[in-house]
């Protein structure tokens, strides 16, 4: 279990850092200080909890590389853009498909699309 992970699920407005500090002092991960008003979660609470957050989370960095993809074929739907309908067609249908990348089941185990050429 990742307890910053867990943490920043249980408490999505908290800061880490701030309102709670994660460290490994060499026998694995703990919650070195505490500074919300709410109760620290105890152990057996975050490990209730973990899956679910390991798939959040790992789906939030799917978005994030989805999002670096999208912004980096942008230039293909510009005005000057120097694609043909056929190739700009082409990116269109890429550009969904990475949009539609998060209605896949497994986030460990995704079919990317490949960007067509330029």
């Given amino acids: 279990m990742n307890i910053a992970i867990t943490l920043q699920h249980l408490f999505p407005d908290s800061v880490p850092n701030v309102d709670w500090v994660v460290a490994d002092h ?3 991960q703990v919650i070195h200080k505490w500074h919300l008003s709410a109760k620290k979660p105890t152990k057996s609470e975050m490990d209730a909890v973990w899956g679910e957050a390991e798939q959040k989370h790992q789906w939030s ?4 590389a989805r999002q670096a993809l999208l912004e980096q074929s942008d230039w293909t739907h510009l005005s000057d853009s ?8 082409k990116w269109k249908t890429y550009r969904q498909s990475l949009r539609d990348i998060t209605t896949q089941a497994d986030p460990d185990n995704l079919d990317w699309p490949t960007a067509p050429e330029a």
């Fill in 26 to 28: 060499g026998s694995g």
């Fill in 61 to 64: 960095m799917v978005r994030f």
């Fill in 82 to 89: 120097p694609l043909t309908k056929s190739k700009k067609d």
